[in-house]
């Protein structure tokens, strides 16, 4: 499968296209990066050089790809974190490039803009995510706090978090949207553990694991790219759903067990592909 993939970059670590990319071509996938920021490294490890891509640099290389007739073989368009808001109607323009294309090509959004009640996000991107992007994408993957954001519910309950993301999926009036959920908090509220779901046209699920207490920048690009790539190769979303929670929670463990303020991706790199421990899915009624 061929994806198109828009988000960040940074030289050093693994976030935005630097998880995304390596992950996907690890599951058999090729993939396509567009950088909306070159930053030197990423903003959490405190100072950062670089900026965000001239959106008409990417619109540049967009049509570039165009003029080949590549965007006509794109699978999937994969969009991440935006480096301002005016690269919005780019992210727009290349997905109703690639749909007129090939019009069962998915668009998986991931609406990169805070988590833990903290917006990161220039001004005027998460209007255009919510209001713009999401009502047109096939795979959303917030946290609870971007959903939260999206869909204007609380999400600090999983009861309310599976509500809202139910409202989210058949926005619109659409029934085949899917949207996928990271780092929920149980229903029983048990210490020390964390759940994913995922809504969709086949059904509902959840997936819990145990928190890993350890920075995992790029973990939601990660799971993104995974949940994608794993659902392209034969859309069981139950399926996608374990094989990305897992998959992550072992480059998390990994990484922590290694002191890497970085996702330890090389190292781990066939928890993406065969994850060696698997957590089942339990259906959920949505």
Request: net charge negative; glycine share 10%.
């Amino acid at each position: 499968m061929n994806i198109l993939s828009i988000q960040s970059g940074v030289i050093y670590g693994h976030v935005g296209n630097g998880a995304a990319v390596f992950a996907l071509q690890r599951l058999g996938h090729e993939v396509w990066p567009i950088d909306t920021v070159r930053f030197s490294n990423h903003p959490g490890h405190g100072a950062v050089r670089g900026g965000a891509t001239a959106p008409a640099e990417m619109a540049e290389l967009i049509g570039g790809l165009a003029d080949h007739g590549w965007l006509g073989t794109a699978d999937a368009v994969l969009t991440g974190y935006l480096g301002q808001a005016d690269q919005g109607p780019v992210v727009l323009e290349a997905v109703a490039r690639v749909r007129d294309a090939n019009p069962d090509a998915l668009w998986a959004l991931d609406p990169v803009i805070g988590d833990h009640g903290r917006v990161f996000v220039k001004p005027g991107i998460p209007a255009f995510l919510r209001d713009q992007a999401a009502p047109h994408a096939d795979i959303l993957t917030p946290n609870a706090f971007e959903l939260s954001l999206l869909t204007a519910r609380s999400c600090d309950r999983l009861a309310e978090a599976v509500a809202a993301a139910h409202d989210l999926r058949i926005a619109g009036g659409r029934a085949d949207r899917i949207v996928a959920v990271t780092a929920l908090a149980p229903a029983d509220g048990a210490p020390g553990m964390l759940v994913n779901l995922a809504i969709g046209p086949a059904g509902a699920w959840r997936v819990t694991t145990p928190r890993i207490e350890h920075p995992a920048n790029g973990a939601g690009d990660l799971f993104a790219a995974l949940l994608l790539g794993n659902y392209l190769a034969n859309r069981d979303l139950r399926g996608a759903l374990a094989a990305a929670t897992a998959s992550v929670h072992a480059v998390i463990a990994r990484s922590a067990a290694a002191r890497s303020r970085e996702l330890v991706l090389i190292g781990a790199q066939d928890e993406l592909v065969r994850p060696s421990i698997l957590f089942a899915p339990e259906p959920l009624a949505a």
